[in-house]
């Protein structure tokens, strides 16, 4: 059964830094792809970035740009979102995701995603 269990969440004043890691495990398959998604108090869950497992090739949303980065470590199944510059509409409960198809494509909608962690909280303050 595939897990993915996030970590490194926390509270930041504006202008700082967190990392945010996501182990996946019980993974069966070698093609697939990992985002990340957040969700604000109020408002809908939406896609930040993605990253394929195969040939790394990322996708982010274009408010992230130039302040995330997402990354792989594929020998220990995990995915890294760091996050710099970070505003206070950062905030949000930031999710880790996993798509099984289309490992090198451009998908956001959060249907593409089988699989999800527990999510965790990212509050930036002003």
């Known amino acids: 059964q595939v897990q993915l269990v996030e970590s490194g969440g926390g509270l930041v004043q504006a202008g700082g830094s967190l990392r945010l890691s996501c182990a996946a495990s019980g993974l069966t398959f070698s093609s697939y792809a990992m985002g990340w998604f957040r969700q604000a108090p109020g408002k809908e869950r939406e896609f930040v970035a993605r990253i394929s497992w195969s040939l790394r090739r990322t996708y982010s949303v274009d408010s992230v740009k130039g302040r995330f980065t997402i990354s792989r470590d594929k020998a220990k199944n995990t995915v890294y979102l760091q996050m710099n510059s970070l505003k206070p509409e950062d905030t949000a409960v930031y999710y880790c995701?996993?798509?099984?198809?289309?490992?090198?494509?451009?998908?956001?909608?959060?249907?593409?995603?089988?699989?999800w962690g527990q999510g965790t909280q990212v509050t930036v303050s002003s």
């Open positions: 995701a996993l798509d099984r198809v289309g490992d090198n494509d451009d998908r956001r909608r959060l249907s593409e995603y089988g699989y």
